[in-house]
């Protein structure tokens, strides 16, 4: 008896840790190009300590084709940058995300430059789990949604899926919940501009949606 409640015990542990899982926005497991500081940087691949300060000068990237230019722009090969993309990347909306992005996502190809637009809009990771992994397995599955992220819903997403963008940290779920409801950009850029440079809220409007 007490091995079975053990058990149960357990098994309702793991559907909590599931769930919470599932609600997060943002893929997991890559270092933010945009967030990552300069040691992190170095430490990555073709990352020299020059192209580190030079990254973080230029700083935010609002997209990966930024990101891309900019890199091979300091004379990195397209190889050399997608090798780089194993480690650190700038996430792609799965919702608005352009050919180019997907394409830069290491593995994507062209066949998740087609599947990604076809199932718009995405609203979870189950949505997507579902639907990806008909075509590469759940592991491949799971690798790609590192690369890629659905926009938080600034009047009802959780504490956790904003603490799931980078860089958000606890203050903008304060910040995030306070002015709800959200009715504008504008509204957004004028609250949360007092809180951070225009830049800083530009790379955060990324991450949103106004539901």
């Known amino acids: 008896m007490y091995r079975h409640k053990t058990l149960l015990t357990a098994a309702a542990f793991a559907l909590i840790v599931c769930v919470a899982h599932a609600r997060e926005q943002v893929g997991k497991g890559l270092l933010d190009a945009n967030t990552a500081t300069e040691a992190q940087l170095t430490g990555l691949p073709n990352v020299t300590p020059a192209l580190a300060k030079a990254l973080i000068g230029k700083r935010p990237f609002m997209s990966i084709v930024e990101l891309n230019t900019f890199l091979l722009g300091q004379g990195l090969t397209q190889a050399q940058a997608t090798e780089l993309y194993g480690k650190a990347f700038v996430h792609v909306n799965l919702n608005t995300g352009t050919r180019d992005e997907i394409l830069l996502i290491p593995g994507a190809g062209t066949r998740m430059a087609r599947e990604f637009p076809e ?19 759940q592991p491949e599955t799971d690798r790609l949604k590192q690369y890629v992220f659905i926009p938080v819903k600034l009047n009802t997403g959780t504490d956790e899926d904003i603490m799931s963008i980078p860089g958000a940290g606890s203050r903008m779920v304060r910040e995030f919940k306070e002015y709800r409801p959200w009715k504008s950009k504008e509204q957004f850029e004028k609250e949360i501009g007092k809180y951070v440079d225009a830049k800083e809220v530009a790379r955060l409007w990324r991450y949103v949606v106004i539901d």
């Open 119 to 137: 199932y718009r809009p995405w609203k979870n990771w189950a949505h997507f789990d579902k639907e990806i992994s008909k075509y590469v397995g």
